[in-house]
């Protein structure tokens, strides 16, 4: 039996030889399709069940997929939109945590955005940026 198990784990690691495995993509998707799992559960929907398995598809396509180069341009492209969302989000949660004392805006110009202490009425702001100014209530 020990043998046995150990001759299909020198299999399947001869098997997945060059194969890209699972990569944050892949644990991303893993997740989502748990979560969708769920849903449909919960809510009887099959959208959500067609959406798992389609999913849960692409998921084991990219684990045994040879074409690693393509494989790791998707797994970064992830990446990036990760590190993206995690900066706004970070910005947005500052901004939150200012609210009392700035108020934001962005530029009618360059849609940069600028941050103004709270309550001097109205104010004309410049952009930082491009130099344009409008009139805001602070
Ligand atoms: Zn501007």
Redesign the pocket.
């Known amino acids: 039996m020990r043998g046995f198990l150990q001759n299909l784990r020198n299999n399947f690691a001869r098997f997945m030889q060059g194969r890209n495995g699972m990569d944050e993509l892949g644990r991303a998707l893993n997740i989502v399709v748990l979560v969708l799992l769920i849903l449909s559960i919960f809510t009887k929907w099959s959208v959500f069940y067609i959406l798992a398995l389609v999913l849960m598809g692409y998921m084991y396509f990219r684990v045994f997929s040879k074409n690693t180069p393509k494989r790791y341009a998707e797994n970064q492209k992830y990446r990036n939109f990760r590190y993206d969302t995690k900066i706004k989000w970070n910005k947005k949660k500052m901004e939150w945590n200012q609210r009392k004392i700035y108020r934001f805006f962005r530029?009618p110009?360059?849609k940069?955005k600028v941050r103004v202490p709270k309550g001097r009425g109205k104010i004309c702001i410049t952009?930082p940026?491009?130099k344009?100014e409008f009139i805001k209530r602070s």
């Open positions: 530029c110009m360059c940069q952009c940026k491009c344009a």
